[in-house]
């Protein structure tokens, strides 16, 4: 670990902070991600004189990766490089608490360091790092059970029949490694009017957005999703909004309208952002900066009541949100549809995909 000084943000030069990079880390920071966040990191550091890791979007760090940023300060100032880490508290707490030396560190945003904004700006998804990590272990469940010694060759089983059957990899996995629940009879497909065509969870979770918006008179919405590992939702897909608030939607974790409703299962109707309680005060500044004034989340339930996501319409004039009960009832009637064919495809189309997996691989 890196234990000596350094030189105070104000002292940052011009050449340093023209050859800055700033990468965000969204997300849950725990102890099973930390060596993919270090090395996800590297990456990333290439030859940027100043270093900047963005922690203002991360809900949790865990001591583990903690270590993993000061063993990276530490390689990175050995090589005569400025490494800054933007981070609130108490996650700059945590870092001091790691390693005392990183308090001179950290600095509560990006712009405490780069000045005058010219930094190029990546980001990671944790959950993307953690999804690898969940594939990885299918890949070695896959491995062991059949005793398949190149992974390569199971993950192309896995590949194959995730394209086979119009299922992700990422569902697979998740299928794989989980036990199974109770035996009650599968469902039958259910009929989308909405979107009759559609086989794959993208293309019914596309259409329910483009009917909620249809319905509503709204020209922006986003749809999300449950993410099992990281315990939020995860956008899916997004109408109408620039890059800066996607970014944003990516991932959902408390204190906005479209987690009070996953977790409540009730629609949550927000007449004024400005001054909404159920807003938390990042939410509340991404949608006012974005144009958004009023919105309704709708719950995407099944037919036993779990709830699979959330469909969002967003408007830019308070009075344009819709109250009529016509309305509300016709973005309900497509809401329950996609949650009912959501949960036969979680419980028919997946299961049968890792059967066919197992059988793939047992040849």
Not at 41 to 51: N, T, V, Y
Not at 303 to 308: E, F, I, N, Q, W
Request: charged share 20%; hydrophobic share 45%; proline share 5%.
């Amino acid at each position: 670990m890196y234990h000596g000084e350094i030189r105070p943000p104000a002292e940052c030069s011009a050449n340093a902070a023209a050859s800055a990079h700033v990468v965000s880390l969204r997300g849950a920071l725990d102890a099973s991600v930390a060596p993919m966040v270090g090395t996800a990191l590297w990456g990333k550091a290439a030859s940027a004189r100043l270093f900047v890791v963005d922690l203002t979007r991360a809900s949790l760090l865990s001591a583990a990766t903690a270590r993993v940023l000061s063993d990276l300060a530490g390689q990175l100032l050995g090589q005569a490089r400025q490494v800054w880490f933007a981070a609130p508290e108490p996650l700059a707490g945590i870092l001091s608490r790691v390693n005392r030396a990183l308090t001179s560190l950290v600095v509560p945003t990006v712009s405490d360091v780069v000045v005058d904004g010219r930094f190029s700006h990546s980001h990671i998804d944790v959950r993307w790092l953690r999804n690898r990590a969940h594939i990885a272990s299918a890949i070695e469940v896959l491995r062991l059970r059949h005793g398949i010694a190149d992974e390569k060759a199971a993950f192309a089983l896995l590949r194959t029949s995730s394209q086979r059957n119009n299922v992700t990899v990422r569902a697979l996995a998740h299928e794989l490694l989980s036990p199974h629940h109770g035996t009650a009879p599968p469902p039958t497909r259910p009929v989308l009017e909405f979107a009759p065509h559609a086989v794959t969870t993208s293309e019914v979770l596309a259409a329910l957005l483009d009917t909620v918006l249809q319905v509503t008179n709204a020209g922006r919405g986003d749809v999300q999703t449950l993410d099992i590992p990281e315990d939020g939702l995860s956008l899916e897909h997004q109408r109408g909004f620039q890059e800066t608030f996607a970014d944003h939607l990516l991932h959902v974790q408390g204190n906005s309208a479209a987690d009070s409703a996953w977790r409540t299962g009730q629609r949550v109707v927000v007449g004024d952002v400005a001054t909404s309680p159920v807003l938390g005060a990042e939410d509340r500044r991404a949608l006012l900066e974005a144009g958004v004034v009023a919105l309704h989340s709708t719950p995407v339930v099944t037919p036993d009541g779990t709830c699979l996501g959330v469909v969002t319409d967003h408007h830019a004039d308070r009075s344009a949100l819709p109250h009529a009960r016509g309305v509300l009832r016709a973005v309900d009637e497509v809401a329950s549809a996609a949650g009912a064919w959501l949960d036969w495809h979680r419980r028919v189309v997946v299961p049968a995909a890792v059967a066919e997996l197992h059988g793939l691989a047992g040849r």
